[in-house]
T-cell receptor
Framework: DTGVSQDPRHKITKRGQNVTFRCDPI?????LYWYRQTLGQGPEFLTY????????KSRLLSDRFSAERPKGSFSTLEIQRTEQGDSAMYLC???????????????FGPGTRLLVL | DQQVKQNSPSLSVQEGRISILNCDYT??????FLWYKKYPAEGPTFLIS?????DKNEDGRFTVFLNKSAKHLSLHIVPSQPGDSAVYFC??????????FGTGTRLKVLA
């Protein structure tokens, strides 16, 4: 049973560059989530997919951020024109759609740590 | 507005003793809660959950207690082991799919 995987694990970039992260969820998980975690904080919700449909975007996700899940399997998160404030850990999670929230649990990947210089 | 709060950023406990991690919430609509554990350079790992129809849920050394009237939950680890040293987050689903996390408590279990 492979868990959620993310690539790359670390990314260092210069301000103004574009970066793209990939997330591969647990096989057959319908729901996929992106979170961002900064130092001293808990993960903060960014966006959520059910299959290939992006159903919600947080106001934290500015116009420079875009996420896709083209075939309902893996997802990508792109940040354009990166800023130093984008430095954070970007976490992906997935869950299987169930009838109630009590039966769903989000499983997280190892994260991509982004440093914008 | 921090709807889920963990007011203790850190906690140190001797090996073999009980660790108690606390979490408070403000949104009375929350009716399901989860605890995650996070090691450095890894993503959060699901630990245990509780729904509001219960006031206690136990899984091995881990027990979560829920006090709805006080909007408070706690995670008890007995006995604590050095491998339990990690950051612990409580979380609550908002609109089913969006988890709201606390800021975490760093637990250090001393050998």
């Amino acid at each position: 049973d492979t868990g959620v995987s993310q690539d790359p694990r670390h990314k260092i970039t210069k301000r103004g560059q574009n970066v793209t992260f990939r997330c591969d969820p647990i096989s057959e998980h319908n729901r996929l989530y992106w979170y961002r975690q900064t130092l001293g904080q808990g993960p903060e919700f960014l966006t959520y997919f059910q299959n290939e449909a992006q159903l919600e975007k947080s106001r934290l996700l500015s116009d420079r951020f875009s996420a896709e899940r083209p075939k309902g399997s893996f997802s990508t998160l792109e940040i354009q024109r990166t800023e130093q404030g984008d430095s954070a850990m970007y976490l992906c999670a997935s869950s299987a759609l169930r009838d109630t929230m009590y039966q769903e649990t989000q499983y997280f990947g190892p994260g991509t740590r982004l440093l914008v210089l | 507005d921090q709807q889920v709060k963990q007011n203790s950023p850190s906690l140190s406990v001797q090996e073999g003793r009980i660790s108690i991690l606390n979490c408070d919430y403000t949104n009375s609509m929350f009716d399901y809660f989860l605890w995650y554990k996070k090691y450095p350079a890894e993503g959060p790992t699901f630990l245990i959950s509780i729904s509001s129809i219960k006031d206690k849920n136990e899984d091995g050394r881990f027990t979560v207690f829920l006090n709805k009237s006080a909007k408070h939950l706690s995670l008890h680890i007995v006995p604590s082991q050095p491998g339990d040293s990690a950051v612990y987050f409580c979380a609550a689903p908002y609109r089913t799919y969006k988890y709201i996390f606390g800021t975490g408590t760093r637990l250090k279990v001393l050998a």
